[in-house]
């Protein structure tokens, strides 16, 4: 069996190891596996590292929605005449991304599976958009949410067909989990893991950094591991906010699992969220979480079951939420054994994985 697994989006923390895995498991279910990428430096690293798994073909096309729809096309076609795919799975960056790609494929009588990656409850949609969108709910052989939460507002809010969506929650790699001591040393040192985006809320978390200070709490630090488009603007910020010595900008780590174990605890801010890899990492890394209520946020911790949630956008409530976990530690910290627990049951990805690649199997033998 052949699959083609395509994105024209690619991010470090999200999509990208979402890809990995997807295809690592597809690889050991004993299928041909076909990744097309969308053309751009952004890919450079998913690339090689695709590259180094024997017998899967890794190639990049103009994909994305800077590219016009003949150019788009043209790289489309040059993939079904070489590889002609019994089925082809998109990983979505948002519910309206790839659409073009979609319905090529479903023109082509193609099975079509999907995953939408990221939902945001704001998102509007002109009329032709959401016609096009409900379309491809319609057509598609299967459509996966990282969440049940996503499911939820794919349904509730936007309308669309739930027949066919089977949510398969975000996984990690359980065998990398490492054994973590309270590294308490009297400087209690916060971490995030983050695209410097706006989506990611971080300018909420310095403010919060602020309030801290001005609560005379001053035994503390925050590292950021991350790049992207607003990191000029964050370190600007944290200069005019005078907090520079209590931020630490530490830049992109593909592997953060070691990284975590020096930390005493995780803050993800976002605005909006599909189902965080690196809250998921930090919550098997033991360390008590801080997260916003957002969608995959807050499935994950279980609507404060296993980590703190706090109103996006807020900096008082996160402020409040940080103060607490630095003053209460022991008791956040019995928590974040429960969710350590809870990650290992539920969010190992070889078996998650393999239930999609299982119904590409299912599809492909009903044909």
């Known amino acids: 069996m052949k699959a083609l697994i395509?994105?024209?989006?690619?991010i470090h923390g999200g999509v990208d190891p979402y890809i990995e895995q997807l295809v690592e498991v597809s690889y050991q279910e004993g299928l041909e596996i076909f990744v097309a990428l969308n053309s751009s430096e952004n890919t450079d690293r998913i690339f090689n590292s695709l590259n180094n798994i024997p017998n899967v073909i890794c190639k990049r096309y103009k994909l994305s929605k800077n590219y016009s729809c003949m150019e788009i096309s043209e790289g489309l076609e040059r993939i079904i005449s070489s590889f002609t795919p019994d089925i082809v799975h998109v990983i979505c960056g948002a519910i309206h991304?790839?659409?073009?790609?979609?319905?090529?494929?479903?023109?082509?009588?193609?099975?079509?599976?999907?995953?939408?990656?990221?939902?945001?409850?704001?998102?509007?949609?002109?009329?032709d958009i959401k016609k096009r969108i409900y379309a491809l709910y319609e057509k598609a052989a299967g459509i996966f949410t990282v969440s049940k939460n996503n499911k939820d507002v794919i349904t509730k809010v936007f309308d669309f067909p739930t027949e066919k969506i089977v949510d398969i929650k975000n996984g990690i790699d359980i065998t990398?989990?490492?054994?973590?001591?309270?590294?308490?040393?009297?400087?209690?040192?916060?971490?995030t893991v983050a695209r410097l985006s706006k989506q990611k809320g971080l300018d909420v978390l310095l403010e919060s950094i602020k309030e801290l200070l001005q609560r005379k709490v001053e035994k503390f630090h925050l590292t950021i591991y991350g790049d992207g488009e607003e990191e000029e603007y964050l370190k600007q910020k944290t200069i005019e906010l005078n907090i520079v010595e209590y931020v630490t900008f530490a830049g992109w780590i593909d592997d953060v699992n070691e990284s975590l174990q020096k930390y005493d605890a995780f803050v993800l801010p976002s605005r909006y969220e599909g189902m965080p890899i690196a809250l998921l990492e930090a919550m098997a890394a033991k360390l008590p979480c801080i997260a916003t209520d957002v969608s995959g946020n807050t499935e994950l911790l279980e609507y404060g079951k296993f980590g703190m949630l706090v109103h996006k956008e807020s900096i008082n409530d996160l402020t409040e939420a940080m103060y607490k976990m630095i003053y209460d530690y022991k008791y956040y910290l019995s928590i974040a054994e429960d969710a350590f627990v809870h990650v290992c049951k539920n969010h190992n990805y070889k078996i998650n994985m393999k239930i999609i690649v299982d119904l590409w199997k299912k599809e492909v033998k009903n044909l």
């Open 176 to 191: 990398k989990i490492g054994k973590r001591k309270n590294r308490f040393d009297g400087k209690f040192k916060f971490v």
């Open 6 to 10: 395509i994105s024209d989006v690619t």
């Open 97 to 127: 991304s790839a659409l073009y790609i979609r319905e090529y494929f479903v023109s082509k009588n193609i099975p079509l599976f999907f995953t939408e990656s990221v939902i945001d409850e704001e998102y509007v949609f002109e009329n």
